[in-house]
């Protein structure tokens, strides 16, 4: 890890009418990637990246500069460009009254890394190995299996002009199984994922034999799957299970509220203290810790050397705030509470999600499916989009039809759609069981991030997609 201690002397604290503020970061990203496809290795990757960026600020305007090969000499190259690029853009179009939210947290650090022991890749390749063996000797009729399992290890070390000293270190990791079955429809896949935050030791260091559950559990869904039918296509009272809700309100709600979303015109814009959804509703972004236990995605400090602070986006279905930076918490007059992240060296810190719950409500879920006469319960989110105006569009995995208020026949493939405040009015039932997602779920917004979503289960109407 790059000492950047001694660099703090270089910061600039004027220029000419401006302050000057900028920051230092050392990064590295390790990541361990590897694919068993029906028995055969497809991939098999251990790769490392790191660098040194810097980023400064001044009468209204950043400049950013990276290097790939982190030295202190590339860091201090790194401040130098980034201030003078500020400074040009400054002289030639400045914003009056432009200012950012300046912080003194201090010396911080924190790492999440195991106190297992690392094991090799070849014996991680023999964990999967085994397990492939155990899946085609059980379900010969399978058409296709894929193992994959992943890591990724975040570490940073930060400076900033304005006093803070920060090194954290986050882990995740994640073990996925996917089975695909034939049928006369084409074929039908589905899959499941196990892990979070931590090393693969603090995972998966245990005997191959007891994700036999869990294997026979994911094969069962596939079968039935196979047999399952099409929903009926319309607007319907679903149920969204506890995945898929966690993903769609992240994608559909928490965007909406990223303050330079807003400033661009999003959903939320102008809603501050507006009823924008269900009274049943609430929902947060955690920094690091929910219901006494650490968050799948921990954010004590941001990449502003901002105190990460749990932000209250939804309380009883007001919009209360907004997730800001320094300069947009000045913008906004709110409270910056830590949500410039950025995902490698060479990306600039934007305003990310860290760990999104929607909070639990009072519902069983048998009270919650009796309620439904004739709709869907959802589950498994596959890839979609929301964008500002919060309309979405979300694949489902699978689910359940819902029938004179009990569970039928199994979905195939579906998606549900629609406009995300008018999900939220809708929502009339809210579960009382919570659930993390463990997808290890990296959201898109210019870059990759890991995030954290988590929610109980949800009734609300949307359209489904179908015949």
């Known amino acids: 890890m790059l000492d950047l201690k001694s660099l703090k002397s270089e910061f600039s604290t004027a220029s000419g009418v401006y302050r000057v503020y900028s920051e230092i970061r050392y990064q590295e990203n390790r990541k361990i990637l590897l694919v068993l496809n029906n028995g055969e290795l497809e991939t098999n990757l251990t790769d490392t990246t790191r660098g040194v960026s810097a980023r400064s600020f001044t009468g209204g305007y950043w400049g950013f500069s990276s290097y790939s090969n982190p030295s202190k000499d590339s860091a201090l190259s790194a ?138 559990e994911i094969y069962q869904m596939t079968a039935r799957k196979a ?45 501050v203290e507006r009823l924008v959804g269900s009274p049943l509703i609430s929902f947060t972004d955690f920094a690091h810790t929910y219901a006494g236990k650490t968050c799948p995605q921990p954010v004590h400090i941001d990449d502003e050397g901002i105190e990460a602070e749990n932000t209250s986006i939804i309380h009883n279905g007001v919009l209360k705030s907004f997730m800001n930076n320094r300069e947009t918490a000045m913008h906004f007059e709110q409270k910056p509470t830590g949500h410039a992240r950025a995902f490698s060296h060479s990306d600039e810190p934007l305003i990310r999600m860290r760990n999104t719950v929607v909070h639990p409500g009072s519902s069983k879920i048998d009270a919650m499916i009796a309620s439904i006469e004739d709709g869907y319960y959802l589950m498994k989110a596959g890839k979609g989009q929301a964008d ?79 015949n």
Not at 150 to 170: C, F, N, P, R, Y
Not at 241 to 247: G, N, P
Not at 417 to 445: H, I, N, P, Q
């Open 79 to 216: 401040l130098r460009e980034s201030t003078r690029n500020a400074k040009f853009l400054a002289g030639r179009s400045q914003k009056s009254g432009s200012t950012i939210a300046f912080s003194q947290v201090g010396k911080f650090d924190k790492s999440y890394a195991s106190s297992k022991s690392p094991m090799s890749t070849a014996i991680w390749l023999e964990f999967l190995k085994f397990l492939d063996a155990m899946i085609l000797r059980k379900y010969p009729d399978l058409k296709s299996r894929q193992l994959r399992m992943q890591a990724l290890d975040i570490e940073k070390h930060i400076v900033t002009s304005d006093g803070q000293e920060i090194h954290t270190m986050v882990p995740r990791a994640h073990f996925t199984v996917s089975m695909t079955k034939s049928t006369k429809q084409g074929p039908i896949q589905f899959q499941d994922t196990r892990g979070g935050l931590g090393q693969l030791q603090d995972h998966f260091l245990v005997n191959p034999d007891t994700f036999e559950s869990w294997i026979d």
């Open 227 to 271: 047999e399952g039918v099409s929903p009926a296509a319309g607007p319907r009272d679903v149920i969204l299970a506890q995945d898929l809700a966690a993903i769609v309100m992240h994608e559909a709600i928490g965007h909406a509220a990223e303050a330079d979303l807003v400033l661009a015109g999003s959903v939320a814009a102008e809603q």
């Open 388 to 466: 500002t105006t919060g309309e979405f569009m979300f694949a489902v995995g699978t689910g359940f039809e819902i029938k004179n208020g009990k569970l039928g026949r199994v979905l195939r493939d579906t998606s549900i759609s629609g406009l995300a405040f008018d999900m939220l009015r809708s929502v009339s039932m809210v579960g009382d069981e919570f659930k993390w997602d463990s997808s290890g779920y990296l959201c898109t917004k210019k870059q990759l991030m890991p995030v954290g979503v988590g929610s109980p289960a949800i009734k609300c109407r949307v359209r489904v997609g179908g």
